[in-house]
């Protein structure tokens, strides 16, 4: 059973900057990909950002040349950089990670952005 652990969310003014983290913890060998999804009051949820176990990387077009995401050495351990925020990503982000043919989710954590 793998469980994911989020923090670093909060309030930020626009431009400001925040930084995400997402352990997994549990009876873990090899993670697979790991990613951030968000998702605004209404809409439906969205990746913003993914990483494989090899390091490759995606972003969504709302989000490239602002956020980064990386994985630690240990590669159970993925942060997202989110730099230059907008109100529009004002969102609950939740962590992804792919284990064994499985789907695991974090429980969320709020980003609120104010104009």
């Known amino acids: 059973q793998v469980q994911l652990v989020e923090s670093g969310g909060g309030l930020v003014q626009s431009g400001g900057s925040l930084r995400l983290s997402c352990a997994a913890t549990g009876s873990i060998f090899s993670i697979g990909a790991m990613g951030w999804y968000r998702q605004a009051p209404g809409k439906q949820r969205e990746l913003v950002a993914s990483?494989?176990?090899?390091?490759?990387?995606y972003y969504a077009d709302s989000v490239k040349g602002r956020f980064t995401i990386s994985r630690a050495n240990d590669k159970d351990t993925v942060y997202l950089q989110m730099n230059s925020l907008k109100p529009e990503d004002t969102a609950v982000y939740y962590c992804?990670?792919?284990?064994?043919?499985?789907?695991?989710w974090g429980q969320g954590t709020q980003v609120t952005v104010s104009s």
């Open positions: 992804n990670a792919s284990y064994r043919l499985s789907t695991y």
């Open positions: 990483i494989t176990s090899g390091t490759n990387t």
